[in-house]
């Protein structure tokens, strides 16, 4: 085997492996070339602060600001309706067992939109910390579109490591 054919062999392993562990780093451009150069999955930290005062909303809207969240013992979503001067009109919260964070955001959207219908809100002003239900709303259409063209159809849950040909097949799209 030759040299090249050797450590192409070992970049490829490599990125294999590190496809597969989490990599907390700064966020700066070096650690982001870093990253993307081995194709890894990383969560950027950053130290810089910004001041920010929650927004009001306009005169007759009712503001819904709603989230998810997700620990290893469990996860939670809630939302709350201010009216615009920022009382509180109504609080909701629910838990469940660990799923994905997209669905407990999601879940927190649901239960704000609930509580707002219940207390006869008419104009409301949405709020999310979390931009996923609003980006992946189109691919969520177009999966059910794609659903309805089969005659059976199962989803089922596969560990990532019996998935990893097509998380290599997704990772080399990656520049």
């Known amino acids: 085997m030759s ?12 990125r294999l492996r590190m496809a597969s562990i989490n990599i907390t780093m700064e966020d700066n451009n070096e650690n982001r070339a870093l ?6 999955s990383t969560v950027f930290t950053s130290t810089n602060q910004l001041a920010l005062a929650w927004p ?41 067992t660990l799923i994905a964070i997209t669905l407990h955001e999601m879940q927190g959207v649901e239960a704000g939109l ?15 910390d979390s931009k ?3 980006t992946s709303h189109h691919t969520w259409e177009s999966i059910r579109r794609e659903r309805a063209n089969f005659q059976g159809f199962k989803a089922i849950h596969t560990f990532r490591e019996t998935n990893r040909a097509a998380d290599l097949l997704a990772n080399s799209t990656i520049y």
């Open 35 to 40: 990253s993307a150069s081995w194709r890894g």
């Open 56 to 96: 009001k909303p306009d005169n007759g809207e009712v503001a819904v600001n709603t989230d998810g969240s997700s620990r290893e013992d469990g996860a939670g979503f809630g939302a709350i309706l201010r009216d615009e001067n920022g009382s509180p009109i109504g609080a909701v919260k629910g838990g469940s």
């Open 132 to 134: 996923t239900p609003w």
């Open 3 to 14: 040299a090249e054919c050797l450590y192409q062999r070992i970049v490829a392993e490599v």
């Open 114 to 128: 609930k509580l707002a219908r219940i207390k006869g809100c008419i104009n409301i002003s949405l709020r999310s």
